[in-house]
């Protein structure tokens, strides 16, 4: 640490002497200050003192006029990290406000810091000081909607302890009623009762912000337990058969709760879900293994392990992984280093560029219905084709607006008509195919189901197998469909990812795991690809460049169902790639679904309530609004959108 401190010394004074020196640099404003501090083993996070009180330090030639001389360095202070003077974190907004002569931010509630004030005149000073007091003022009215700040408050409110809204009015008017003759004592008793108004009203609106209901808090923690312990007693009866996937499914529930309550685990979570999804992969190709060269009887594959097919199926998931967990560098101790997204694929774009054709030829094939004959097949693949080549011809116009540097070197970057096309009515071209491909895919059913209702010599158990067959069929037409409009919704660079859950999904289907294994798997991955994605549960890692496709105007409902599809187009697409793998079962789907609804509600109804009691009880963590919170609200919203998705 020490030579560190010793190089910096060094940075800052080569910095401070081309202030001092150079014309051009004479008004530079040189600020250090440190985000946080540590404790005595060397660790932050907490909320002890020395964690809490960084350094703050302002520089400039120009502030020597208003030094107070005090001596540097100075000893260390006994049980206390006050070494100068001690101000609020919130205070340096306004005070660089003040110094660059911009406004005060709206919602600010920091004061002015008063050892920087004698820098301007006296008329200046004041101003500002008003100027303060009256941006606090704007944030008091909105918080004390009934407390009138005209005046009207008498004198005696301004010591009631008992009523925040009225001391502050009171206060307020105190430093605007004059009470003396003099102008200069007016200006003086006026900016003190100023700054004494600024110190109450900070106090007030910082408490504000951990002022918790604690009785709501728990409240929600009791219905979330209720809902948790319900939904798992319904759950345990479902794998009341399966002990080993139950203990499977409790391990990796709980050591996700565990997980929860700390900082460091939730900004590196996608470790722990590579690590689960590797190790459950393992388990489940080693599983395969130990049930002998023969599939047992029943079995969907109809292929023994000493098949090399087999053992392709088995090794084709823990491949995929590490592939996936390469793609994107995510969290926060890891997120500069090399990936493929952005470290190979940017420098490689006729692979990039191949892939990417490659998801949409796939996709094209997945969206034909696979028992349409004759004509309808012919115009279902010459539709199909229409709309990918519409897609591919959209996210290539996107890429040269948004990514051009991602078509370096490949002819399309001199495709002048391309450039041309307006992207919003190419995104809305794109959007109006998938919907029109839907309703034909949903009235061509209708009409199978109606054809088959009306064949009076075909008996009711061979109907209803002819009705579960029909599941699957439409359910992978429409499936496709569903991957085009996520594709179109990702960015290019991570358009192949789709190919890689492609081959995972075809290796699940051969090997014949069961509705709870298939649940299982599917909750892995739908986190695991949320941040193979690039996600994160920092609110920062939010990706927007999608959110406005299509659209032209101020439609917040609509951009917020295309931002949360593309940040969570990988959990959207293994949640239907599931009903897949679900409709292949014979018998129908009813039943697996089922399950993997009861197993899936489980495991939101348990991590909301991890949350929340992490939240709760870390309530006054020093990352609780940036680490926690915004984990909370990730998964708040994916478990309602999934939900939401399964619900239709």
Same mark, same amino acid.
């Given at each position: 640490m020490i030579p560190k401190q010793a190089e910096m010394d060094i940075v800052v004074r080569t910095i401070y002497h081309a202030i001092e020196n150079q014309e051009h640099l004479k008004s530079t404003l040189l600020v250090i200050c440190g985000d946080h501090g540590m404790n005595e083993a060397g660790n932050h996070g907490g909320s002890s003192e020395g964690e809490t009180s960084p350094a703050l330090v302002f520089i400039s030639p120009k502030l020597r006029s208003i030094s107070d001389g005090l001596e540097c360095p100075i000893a260390i202070p006994d049980g206390t990290f006050e070494y100068y003077r001690k101000v609020e974190q919130s205070d340096i907004a306004p005070t660089l406000a003040g110094l660059l002569g911009f406004p005060i931010p709206k919602n600010n509630i920091g004061i002015i810091i008063q050892g920087l004030l004698p820098f301007w005149n006296e008329d200046d000073r004041n101003r500002m000081v008003e100027q303060n007091a009256e941006q606090f003022l704007g944030l008091l009215q909105e918080t004390f909607l009934g407390v009138p700040f005209d005046g009207s408050i008498p004198s005696e409110a301004c010591t009631d302890t008992s009523n925040d809204g009225a001391r502050l009015a009171c206060l307020w008017s105190r430093s605007r009623t004059p009470n003396h003759n003099s102008l200069s004592y007016v200006k003086t008793t006026r900016s003190a009762a100023l700054r004494t108004f600024l110190r109450e009203a900070q106090r007030l609106m910082s408490n504000a912000a951990s002022n918790y209901s604690i009785n709501k808090l728990y409240s929600g923690i009791t219905i979330a337990s209720s809902a948790a312990l319900w939904i798992s007693g319904i759950s345990a009866t479902a794998l009341r058969k399966q002990k080993l996937i139950g203990l499977w499914f409790s391990l990796v529930t709980l050591a996700y709760g565990v997980m929860s309550s700390a900082s460091s685990y939730v900004e590196e979570e996608q470790q722990y879900w590579y690590f689960v999804a590797s190790t459950w992969f393992w388990w489940l190709a080693v599983k395969r293994y130990a049930r002998g060269a023969k599939p047992k009887a029943g079995s969907r594959s109809g292929r023994s392990f000493n098949d090399p097919w087999s053992l392709v199926s088995a090794a084709t998931p823990l491949l995929a992984v590490r592939v996936i967990r390469a793609w994107n560098q995510t969290g926060q101790k890891h997120a500069g280093e090399p990936d493929i997204a952005r470290g190979f694929l940017p420098f490689h774009n006729h692979i990039l560029w191949s892939l990417v054709c490659l998801v949409y030829v796939v996709v094209a094939g997945k969206m034909l219905p696979k028992d349409r004959p004759g004509v309808g097949r012919l115009a279902s693949v010459l539709f199909a084709m229409l709309i990918c &080549?519409?897609?591919?011809?959209?996210? #290539?116009?996107? &890429?040269?607006?948004?990514?051009?540097?991602?078509?370096?070197? !490949?002819?399309?970057?001199? $495709?002048?008509?391309?450039?041309? +096309?307006? !992207?919003?009515?190419?995104?809305r071209a794109v959007f109006s195919g998938i919907l029109i491909f839907c309703l034909g895919i949903y009235f061509s059913s209708e009409g199978e189901s109606s054809k088959t209702r009306s064949d009076g010599d075909m008996a009711t158990q061979e109907q209803e197998l002819v009705r579960n067959r029909a599941v699957p069929t439409q359910l992978e037409s429409l499936h496709g469909v569903l991957t085009l409009f996520l594709v179109t919704q990702s960015r290019v660079s991570n358009i192949p990812l789709f190919a890689l859950f492609e081959l995972q999904m075809r290796a699940f289907? @051969?090997?014949?795991?069961?509705?709870?294994? #298939? @649940? !299982?798997?599917?909750? %892995?991955?739908?986190?695991?690809?949320?941040?193979?994605?690039?996600? @994160?549960?920092? %609110?920062?890692? #939010?990706? +927007?460049? $999608?959110?406005?496709?299509?659209?032209?105007?101020? $439609?917040?409902?609509?951009?917020? %169902?295309? &931002?949360?599809?593309? $940040?969570?187009?990988?959990? #959207?697409?293994? &949640?239907?790639?599931?009903? %897949?793998? !679900?409709?292949?079962?014979?018998?129908?789907?009813?039943s697996p679904l089922r399950e993997f609804g009861q197993l899936t509600t489980c495991f939101a109804a348990s991590s909301v309530l991890f949350m929340m009691l992490a939240c709760t009880a870390l309530r006054t963590h020093l990352f609780i609004w940036s680490v926690f919170s915004p984990k909370y609200l990730y998964v708040l919203a994916w478990n309602l959108g999934q939900h939401l998705w399964e619900s239709e």
């Open positions: &080549t519409t897609a591919l011809a959209f996210k #290539i116009a996107f &890429t040269m607006a948004d990514e051009p540097e991602l078509l370096k070197g !490949l002819p399309v970057v001199h $495709n002048g008509t391309l450039a041309s +096309l307006d !992207l919003t009515t190419q995104a289907a @051969s090997m014949d795991l069961s509705p709870a294994e #298939i @649940s !299982l798997t599917s909750i %892995i991955l739908q986190y695991a690809s949320f941040f193979a994605f690039g996600g @994160s549960n920092a %609110i920062s890692s #939010i990706d +927007l460049s $999608n959110g406005y496709n299509g659209v032209s105007g101020y $439609n917040a409902a609509m951009v917020g %169902i295309l &931002t949360f599809c593309s $940040n969570w187009a990988g959990p #959207i697409w293994w &949640t239907s790639a599931t009903m %897949i793998l !679900l409709g292949r079962f014979q018998g129908g789907w009813n």
